[in-house]
C-alpha cells in the first residue's frame, strides 16, 4: 500500500475542495492511503472516505512554533513510511513541515498556488486577465507531479455518513420539518465585505421565493452577529425561515445540503460545500472572480451573478476578499439587484423539476 501524505491546514474552502481530488483519486488507484493532516474542525469533511485518514493537527494550540512543528512532524514520521508528502497548503507552517520531511529523505511535492498569476490578475491597473486553473486542479496536477494520475469522478463528492443522515432525521422531526414544498438554502455571509452582497435584499428575495415558489428557507452560517440577523429574518418569516446556524455539525448540514432544491449564496465556504455535495446554486460575486481559480466547482456558467469587467474593470481587487473598495461604494455587489437573483433562481428551479 502507498501511503501519502498530504498537509492542508486552512481556509476551511481550500481545505474541503481537497475532497474531490482525494475522491477521485482514491476510486482510481487502490493500492493508495492517504493522510490528510489538517486542523480538527475540517476533519468532519472526510469521513466516510475509503483509505482516507484524518490526522487532527491542533496548530494553534498543540503544535505552535517550531519546536510544536517539529513535534508534529515526528509522530507523523514514527506513524507510517510514506511514498511522497504533498504540500498542498505552501505556508510558512507547511513549509518548515515539508523541509523537516525532506532532511529525513522523503520525497515532497509541492502544489502550485498560482501567487504571481492572481496577483496579476487582481492589481489595480495594468491587470492580466485570464482564466486560471481551478484550485481542484492545482491540486491534481500535484498529485500527477508526485506519479498518481486519475480522471476526476463526478459529484457529489461530499456524501455524509449514515450517523448524521439519523441525526438530522432527528432534527427536521423535533422541529416538524417534512418536505412538502421546495427546500432553498440562503448562506449570505462570507469573511470579508467585499463579498457579501448588501444584507438588506434579503427581505424582499425571501419574499419572492415564498409567494413564487412556497419555499421553506434555510439560513446557512456562523457566529452571533449572523445568527442575530437570522433570528430577526425568522421574526419577519416565522413560517418560511428556519434558522441553521449554530443547530447542526458539519456532517448534518452537508446532509440537509443534500436535501435542498437551490442554495442562493456568495463566494464562500457554504457555495464551495454546496458545489460538492452536487447542490443547485446560485452565487453571487462582488470583489472577488470566479476565473482566478476558486468559482463553484463542476457547477456551469448560470451558477454564478457578477457584474461584468466592461462594466467594472476594477473586478477583481482582490483573490480572497478585503474590507475595501477602490471605489469607496462596493458596486460590483450593489449592482446587483434582487430581482436579478430571483430570475436566476427561478431558471434552476424549472431545471430541476
Known amino acids: 500500500m502507498k501511503k501519502i501524505l498530504i498537509l492542508r491546514f486552512s481556509a476551511m474552502g481550500d481545505v474541503v475542495l481537497l475532497v474531490p481530488v482525494i475522491r477521485s483519486l482514491i476510486a482510481a488507484h487502490t493500492d493508495v492511503e492517504v493522510k490528510v493532516v489538517t486542523r480538527p474542525k475540517f476533519a468532519a469533511f472526510f469521513q466516510g472516505i475509503d483509505r482516507v485518514i484524518v490526522y487532527e493537527a491542533d496548530v494553534d494550540k498543540k503544535y505552535t512554533g517550531f519546536f510544536g512543528l517539529r513535534k508534529l512532524f515526528m509522530t507523523l514520521l514514527a506513524r507510517a513510511n510514506y511514498h511522497v508528502i504533498i504540500d498542498m497548503h505552501d505556508h510558512v507552517r507547511t513549509m518548515v513541515l515539508r523541509n523537516l520531511f525532506k532532511l529525513a529523505g522523503k520525497k515532497v511535492v509541492v502544489f502550485k498556488k498560482g501567487r504571481t498569476e492572481k496577483k496579476a490578475f487582481v492589481r489595480k491597473v495594468d491587470k492580466v486577465i485570464k482564466p486560471l486553473p481551478h484550485t481542484v486542479e492545482r491540486y491534481r496536477e500535484a498529485l500527477q507531479r508526485a506519479g498518481f494520475d486519475f480522471l476526476m469522478l463526478k459529484a457529489p463528492y461530499l456524501n455524509p455518513t449514515t450517523e448524521a443522515k439519523e441525526n438530522l432525521a432527528h432534527w427536521l422531526t423535533e422541529n416538524k420539518l417534512t418536505k412538502h414544498e421546495r427546500w432553498i438554502g440562503i448562506a449570505p455571509f462570507a469573511l470579508h465585505k467585499s463579498k457579501i452582497w448588501p444584507i438588506s435584499n434579503y427581505p424582499t428575495l425571501i419574499d419572492f421565493l415564498i409567494k413564487k415558489h412556497s419555499a421553506k428557507i434555510f439560513l446557512f452560517g456562523g457566529g452571533e452577529i449572523e445568527i442575530d440577523y437570522f433570528n430577526d429574518l425568522h421574526e419577519l418569516f416565522p413560517n418560511h425561515c428556519v434558522v441553521v446556524a449554530g443547530q447542526l455539525k458539519m456532517q448534518e448540514e452537508i446532509a440537509l445540503l443534500h436535501q435542498l432544491d437551490l442554495m442562493i449564496c ?88
Open 266 to 353: 456568495v463566494d464562500s465556504s457554504n457555495m464551495h460545500l454546496a458545489a460538492l455535495c452536487g447542490t443547485p446554486l446560485v452565487s453571487i460575486w462582488g470583489g472577488t472572480h470566479p476565473d482566478v481559480g476558486f468559482a463553484p466547482y463542476g457547477k456551469p456558467s448560470k451558477s454564478i451573478i457578477q457584474i461584468p469587467r466592461d462594466e467594472l474593470p476594477c473586478r477583481p481587487c482582490s483573490v480572497f476578499g478585503t474590507e475595501t473598495c477602490h471605489r469607496g461604494d462596493f458596486a460590483c455587489l450593489t449592482k446587483i439587484q434582487a430581482d436579478d437573483v430571483l430570475k436566476r433562481a427561478a431558471i434552476l428551479l424549472e431545471q430541476a423539476e
